[in-house]
């Protein structure tokens, strides 16, 4: 069973960044993501990265511009910097990792990890 594990959470004020860091697979081709689950909502996407790297992402129209997801394989690490933060960013995120490209990466991910808090006080 692959196990992921975020890291880099926390609270900001509006405007503020943080890095979320997600240690995962240490074998296998895996695209690699995140999503999100506001207070009271559903989990939503947020963003995908190919096994490949910067090349081949995908973003949601509500972080594009502001958030970035990036990759170390030789780390086994995906990053989501997350800059010019809002209140509607309040939200745990969670990593996942799944064997289809970043065009099918969905709730049906293969693997996810636990979920970290990013509060962002206004």
């Known amino acids: 069973q692959v196990q992921l594990v975020e890291s880099g959470g926390g609270t900001v004020q509006t405007g503020g960044s943080l890095r979320l860091s997600c240690a995962g697979p240490?074998?296998?081709?895996?695209?690699m993501g995140w999503f999100r689950r506001p207070p009271g909502k559903e989990r939503e996407f947020v963003a995908a990265?190919?096994?490949?790297?910067?090349?081949?992402?995908g973003y949601a129209d509500s972080v594009k511009g502001r958030f970035t997801i990036s990759r170390d394989n030789a780390k086994n690490t995906v990053y989501l910097q997350m800059d010019s933060l809002k209140p509607l960013d309040t939200a745990v995120y969670y990593c996942?990792?799944?064997?289809?490209?970043?065009?099918?990466?969905?709730?049906?991910?293969?693997?996810w990890g636990p979920g970290t808090q990013v509060t962002v006080s206004s």
């Open positions: 996942a990792a799944d064997s289809r490209g970043v065009e099918k990466f969905s709730e049906s991910a293969d693997f």
């Open positions: 240490t074998s296998g081709a895996y695209t």
């Open positions: 990265i190919s096994y490949l790297g910067s090349s081949n992402t």
